[in-house]
Each structure stands twice: as C-alpha cells, then as structure tokens.
C-alpha cells in the first residue's frame, strides 16, 4: 500500500516540474490541469500514509518509530503529521493544495499572470516534495517488521496539539501562495490595485489559520506542559511567530495597495518575505541550530538543505524584487498624517518589532561565533518588543479614523489627553487594587483603550457619518463585514494585551509539598490533598492526587495526575484545571518525596487571572480575519471612486 | 495573612523561605528569567529537575536576606557563567549591539521613510469611507 503512495508523490512530483514550466510560459489552462493533478496525486500519498498509520502497519520505518496499537485511533491518525517526515508531508500536500486551489478559483482577466502564479507555486512544490521524497521520505519499509511501535511522544497525544500542525501548516504553507502571486505579479512589473485584490483574500486564507495555530500551541503549552504559562518566547514560537507579524504587515500595507494603488514595492517585498520567514521557522525548528523543549526530529543535515531551499527561493524572489521593483508605480501623494501615514506607522513598528524577535532568537548563536555565551529569554522581547508594540497600539484609536492622502491632525492631541487621563485612571485603580507597577498599569490601560478605540469607530462609522440616513443601531449592523473584522481584530488585540498584562502581572505561583490530609492555601483558595492512588488509561498509566479546592462556600475537586506511558518510556503531567469565570485554579502534579518515613507530593499549583482573555483575544483576532476574508460583494463599484484614484 | 500562618504548618514547604509577597513577586520574576542549568532553554521557575530546586531555593535564600535583583543575577552569573541569564548583560559589544538594535532600527527605518516620501506636499484628502470597504 504504502508503495503506492511512494509511486504517487512521485507522479506529483512529475506534475509539479509540468505545472512549473507551463505555468511560467503562460499556459493557464495546461498548468492549472497540472495544479489538480499534482494535488490529486499528493492526496493520493498522503492518505496512503494516514492508512498506514490508521493500520499500525509496522513494517513502515515512519509508523513504526512513531506509533504504536497501544494508541488510541484518533492520534494513530494525528500521529501521521506529529513527526518530521511526516509533516513534511502535509507541507507538500498543503504547498500543492494552494496550488490547486489557485487553478480553481483564480479567475481574472489575466492570464498570463495566473499561469506564472501556478508556475511557480508548482516550482515551491517541487521543492518541498524533493526534500520531501530523497531527504526525509515517510514511504520506507522496513527489512523487519518490529510486533509492537515505538510510540508517539506523549506530549503529542492531545487534541490541541493533533490539530495544531495542520493549522500551523494551512498558514505557514499558504503563505508561497502569496510568494508566487507576488513573483508573478514582479515578473510583469505589476503590482497594483487589481493585484492587490486579487492577493488579499489569499494572504487572509494563510494568515487565519496561522494565528489559530499559534493560539492552539499555546493552549496546550499552557495545560499540558504544567509550567502555568502560555507563551515563553522560545525559539520555535517564535519561529511560528515572526511569519505571523510579517504577514500581519502585509495585511496592513496591502490595503493601501489595494485601495490607493501605493506601497506596491513594499508589498510585493512583504509577500515574499512572509513565506521566508515560513521557510526560516521550518530552518530554525528543524535543524537544531537552536534548542528548544518544544523541537522534534532534529537533523543537521536536513537543516542544511532546508536553509539552501531558503537562499534558492528566497534569493531568487529578491533578485527579481530587485530587478522589477524600480519599474513599479507608485500611488498618490500622502501626508505623514494621512490613513497612508498610519499604515506606515503601522509597518514600520511590526518590521523592526519581528526584527528584533529575529535578532533575539538568533543572537545566543551570533554571540557564540564571538567568543560568549549568551541566553536571550523573556526579559529581553518584554523591553523591547513589547513597548514598540505597546507604542504603536497606542496610536491606533486615533488614526483609524484618518482619511487618505491628507488627515485632519487636530484630533490627535485630544486622543493623546484622552489616552492620558485613562491611563493615570488605570495607574491609580491598579495601584490601589493590585499593586500592578507602572509599566502593567500602562498596559492594562492600553487594553481598554482599543476595545473602546474599536468601539468609538464603529459608533463613529454607524451612527455619526451617515447623518442623512439618522444615526441608528441598524446602521452600525449594516456596517461592511471588513470594518466589522477590523473592529472585531482590533479590539481582540485590546482584550488579549488586558488578558495577558493581567494573567502576567497578577498570577499567583506556589509549590507547596503535601501529605495525605495535608493542605495549602494559594490565592485564596485552600487545598487539601485527600490522597493519591493509581490509575490506568489505554496506553499509560498513572499516579491520580484529589485535591479539594475550597473558598468561601464554593469547592471543587482538582485531580491533576502525573502519567507514565512505557511504549515511550517518559512521563507526562496532565494538570487540572478548575476555571473560577475570572481566572484558573491550575494544579499540577509533581514528585513524591520521603519527609520522616511519610510519603510528600509536591504541587505546582498557579491561579492564573483573566487567562481566558489571552486565548478568547487571539480567537477575536481570527474572528476578525474570518470576518474581512472575502469582500462583499452586494453593490456595483461606484464611479467616484475610480475618479478619486486616478 | 492570618489564614496562611495559621494553616501553613499543615503543608510541608518545599519552597526553602517563605517570603512577603512583594519579595516572593520578585523572586517569582528573578526565577523566569535564570536558565535551569541541567535542561535545554527554561527557566528555573518551570524545570522539574533537582538542580532548579536548588536554584530557585538560592534565589528565596538570597531575597529573604535583603539581595538585590542585580545581586542575585551576578550571583548567578559569577557561578554558572553568562548562559545562565535570560536577561542578557549589556555590557561589551554583543550586549551593546542586542540592546540597541531594536531601537536603532525602528530610528533608521523611520529615517528612510521619511527620506524615502521626499517632497509630498500636494497630497489632498480623501474620506476613508469612499475607500475602506469593499462593498462601497
């Protein structure tokens, strides 16, 4: 069976070099054929190997080593990305997906310049599937079959963490789709209105599923890891997280292509580096260049051929750049206070913000080369990357309202009071009830402040500039889906930077040893360990505590366990989590201890405030992208709008 | 406070001294940011391993006699080398060049920017709702 699948990523592989050539001489209709046949072919492999998987057909080198008919079914099936060759594989089925989906639904007036988005999206894909194929191949057999798998990592059997790849890899993968449009967009020199809605939709399809995926690493980070945090700015998050920021960028800047015919170089550059930064991430992870808890399938030599595939493509897509970008056109004349200027803003701040994450994730090898040893954790991003983050949010209340080409800069200085007051408010309140210092002050107020900065917009919008009509609630409904996901987008990064300032400054860590009886009391809440005892799941098993959690007249019951699983000879902790509506009671289940004769277990136990804020921010933001996917189309352009550009 | 003295003799600490709670909040933010010594990249205040109980007791021991947070991170530094902190020094020109980097580039791109604009004096308004949405 697994031959089969073999035989077909070969056959995609053959399609992928058809479908790059005739793409790039302009056949549209041959190369999209090839986009479907390669796609077809691709689907073919892959389900041959979920097959495998689903079967625990061990005579699989892949299924063998990282499976096991100790599992249950779901995460034999999941098991299939949770490895190297493995996801290599849903990389190549994604690139050729994006591929097949540009054949089918890229319908415009250009020809041309479709068949070379097709080519060279089957150019990427046979990249990825020669890497694929002769460096990290899941289709080999083995010699002799073991009775029984290795296993999967543990850690990875988890629904969070099943889903996890797959959406990481719709949005670090969909993103060469948005590489090749822009290459075939710089190779006619035309990167311009209609390009611009030609791509947007797409950048959005890479960049939903990105920020879901992120946000699924780091729920599962954050409840099966039992560290009691969510983001720990370790090299492969942010490995997944510049692609992330850049593409953010690019969602800004191509709305001033799109609707002012400007910024097309930086564009055109951003939606090439985006899917760079993809490459890098997948470079950074894989290679080991860079140790991390969260990396698997570490491989010198694979990194090597990832970080050529990077300067191959990525090289050859800023040659082109470079070559193309002087004959681009640019758009209209702006101010500096103009919706162009805060675009810019906006630009400028996320690309010297992911920069430093860049500089940051890769100095500890840079000050290696000089002769020092150097770690750059936590501390570092929180005074750098954040207030540059922080400053530019700041910023976004006010000139979300700014016209293009030229604002009225009037309105500025009293936002700017009104962001004071709030702030001196939040200094005061947070003082007294919290003790947050001056910098979480600063933050929570900013969090405020864009959920009523999206607020102000859409009453703005829906009640104030349509006077003729009446102001009404109705209109606010009736507002465009996009300044709907705008204001959803913007007022979830409003509510996470509260969840997260809060989560960040208030949380409530204790480890405390107890024996059975024995109890503590953290943030309030008293814990007593009624006792602990053995218990078995399908391929593990497990030392159980129960933990009475009580305040006031409110108790629950924590049973945070510790599991073992032999098939991989390594334990795991699975916490427990009690949500109190305004934060998490979290337990985690440490080590036994001998204290005079008496058997101790240790706790970790946290009380993390308004940590639902983090994760519910980040869904608003998708929410937000989901919303301003696809314009509406209800009304016929209206000709002013043709006179006002041109 | 009264609640806690009273039921803490019931649990067993394993945390070495018990702290105020604006110490133990600078203890807490001392142990994210030193690196756990036996494993790959955490910090001491997630690692399970023996040595970051030790760790993380020094750093408690060091607070409750009245250490300041650049005491207990030269401390730490001095015994198990630079690695250890997440918070890099910025001395010599690694620590140079890291802590000013980010600034100087948003300064210099911020620069080319403006360099780049030129002369754009004839710029007219335009409502963002001619243009915003789509649908318009």
Known sequence: MIEIGHLAAFLAFGFSIAQGWTGLSGDREAAGRLALSAFAAMAIAFAALVLAFARSDFSVELVAEHSSTLKPFIYKLAGTWGNHEGSMAMWCLVTLGFGAAGAAWLRTDRQVFEARAIGVQGLLGVGALAYLLFASSPFLRLDAPPLQGSGLNPLLQDPALAAHPPMLYLGYVGYSFVFALAAAGLMEARIDRDWAKIVRPWAMAAWVPLTLGIALGSYWAYYELGWGGWWFWDPVENASFMPWLVGSALLHSIIVTEKRGGFAAWTALLAVLTFCFSILGAFLVRSGVLTSVHAFAVDPLRGGLLLTGLIVYGGAALALFAWRAPALKGGPAWALVSREGALMLNNLVIAAATATVLLGTLFPLIAEAAGRQMSVGEPYFNLTFAPMMAALLAFLPVVQGWSWGKADAGALLRWIGGFAVLFLAMRLLAGVLREFPAGAALGVALGYWLIFGALVEVGRRGLWEWRAVGPSLRRCLRLPRRVWGMTLAHAGVGVFILGAVVETTARETRTVGLAAGGSAVVAGWTLTLEGVRAIEGPNWYADEARLIAAKGDRQVVLEPQKRFYPAARMPTTETAIHRTGTGDLYAAFGDRREVDGEPVWTFSVYYNPWIDMVFGGVVLIALGGVFSWVPRRRRVDAPVREAATT | ?136
């Not at chain 2, 006699?65 to 001095?78: M, P």
């Open chain 2, 1 to 136: 406070m009264s609640v806690l003295s009273f039921l803490a003799p019931l649990a067993i600490l394993v945390e070495s001294h018990v702290l105020d709670p604006r110490q133990e909040a600078r203890a807490q933010a001392l142990m994210r940011e030193i690196r756990c010594v036996a494993c790959e990249n955490e910090p001491i205040s997630q690692s399970g391993a023996a040595i970051a109980d030790d760790m993380r007791n020094r750093v408690r021991a060091m607070i409750a006699d009245g250490a300041s947070d650049a005491e207990v991170r030269a401390w730490f530094s001095d015994r198990y080398g630079e690695i250890v902190l997440f918070r890099p020094e910025s001395r010599g020109l690694s620590g140079l060049v890291l802590w000013s980097a980010p600034l100087a580039m948003l300064l210099a791109g911020g620069a080319i920017v403006l360099v780049q604009r030129g002369r754009k004096s004839d710029a007219k308004p335009v409502a963002p709702e001619d243009l915003t949405d789509d649908a318009a």
